[in-house]
């Protein structure tokens, strides 16, 4: 479960392939097909494609999640779009290879997957983490990019990345015994957590359970998927997005100052001066973002009550918000 404590929380909060095994779960073939995408030797990515009529519509999890996040949101596309959602190398049934987990090649992946579908042009939701590597994509290959959307999405990576070159990776939290004893358990906490119910297929590709007693083991990735992809976040200019962009994004102020942190009174000078000027940019960034909103080709929306997994907890106004500007904007 650390994935959803973790990468919901602001900057300053507290070379063989491999793929986990297949777990048991309920037939999904009803919601949409699986395929397999090479995108590199030895690397293959989980696709999911829901179908439908019309140009292309990619869905991109965020970090720690998998395709099947938007099991029970991306099929309300179908009408007008062929919809597809897609699970980055190190997480579920894609490959766990130990290398590529940096910004670029994971822009790439995305690149390769069209490729391989014979797609020219798509339009892109991208979730939390994915918005890096969206970004990579809709700025080094922009006759790729019909439309992005970003659906609360991580515009600090680099700074993140910066942050965790100074300290050490955050420790796993551990959950409530109650919380991992089913799979049904897991599920509650979760929503919980989230704001939100996860899609069934999601709980079942992103965890593994004890085949005996059913209690929760650990989240179903390659060990240091995590901490390579957030180590790997490169600095990507989310204003040079030509496309047409729909930015949608829950107003929670950072967790505040760098004096804040824990211990932050015992590190050393050098340290404590870096970790001042990361959340100084942090800030600076924040307000670069509400400036790019400004921009004709953009459309930012600040969601009330809202929480990260924006299209749980605000179901009705995000699929409004998405359908307007997918077939207008």
Same mark, same amino acid.
């Given at each position: ?41 030895? #690397?293959?990515?989980? $696709? ?6 019309? !140009? ?6 965020? &970090? ?21 959602? @897609? ?29 391989? $579908?014979?797609? %020219?042009?798509?339009?892109?939701? =991208? ?17 790729? @990019? ?11 990576? *680099? ?29 509650? /906490?979760?929503?919980?957590? #989230? =704001? ?7 709980? *079942? ?11 929760? $083991? ?6 240091? /998927? ?19 962009? &729909? ?22 000078? !050098? ?15 924040? %307000? ?7 921009? !004709? ?12 997994? @924006? ?14 500007? $997918?077939?207008?904007?």
């Amino acid at each position: 479960m650390r994935k959803r404590l973790l990468l919901c929380l602001p900057l300053f909060a507290c070379v063989t392939t491999k793929s986990g095994p297949v777990p048991a779960s309920a037939d999904s073939s009803a919601l949409h097909q699986v395929k397999r995408v090479k995108v590199a030797e030895g #690397v293959e990515l989980e $696709l999911l494609d829901f179908g439908g009529q019309g !140009p292309a519509l990619v869905f991109l999890s965020g &970090l720690g999640n998998t395709g099947h996040v938007f099991d029970t949101f991306a099929p309300e596309f179908t009408a007008t779009h062929h919809v597809y959602a @897609v699970t980055r190398r190190g997480f579920g049934s894609s490959s766990w290879p130990e290398q590529g987990y940096d910004t670029a090649t994971l822009g790439e992946d995305i690149v390769r997957v069209l490729e391989e $579908l014979g797609i %020219a042009k798509a339009a892109f939701v =991208g979730h939390s983490a994915a918005g890096p590597e969206l970004t990579w994509v809709a700025t080094h290959h922009p006759e790729r @990019v019909e439309k992005v959307v970003y659906l609360d999405v991580r515009t600090d990576g *680099d700074l993140l990345a910066e942050f965790l070159s100074v300290l050490p990776m955050p420790p796993p939290s551990e959950p409530a015994p109650e919380d991992v004893a089913s799979r049904a358990a897991l599920a509650a /906490a979760v929503a919980r957590d #989230v =704001g939100g119910a996860f899609p069934a297929h999601e709980i *079942d590709e992103a965890n593994e359970f004890d085949p005996k007693t059913g209690r929760y $083991l650990r989240d179903r990735k390659w060990p240091h /998927a995590e901490e390579r992809v957030m180590k790997g976040f490169s600095k990507v200019d989310f204003t040079a997005v030509t496309a047409a962009v &729909l930015f949608l994004y829950v107003d929670q102020p950072r967790s505040g100052r760098a004096e804040d942190l824990p211990g932050f009174s015992q590190m050393d000078l !050098p340290v404590q001066e870096k970790l001042r000027t990361l959340s100084a940019r942090a800030l600076q960034r924040d %307000a670069e973002m509400l400036s790019a909103m400004s921009m !004709p080709n953009w459309k930012g929306i600040k969601l009330e009550h809202a929480r990260h997994y @924006v299209w749980l907890t605000n179901h009705d106004e995000v699929l409004r918000e998405l359908k307007t500007f $997918l077939e207008t904007f």
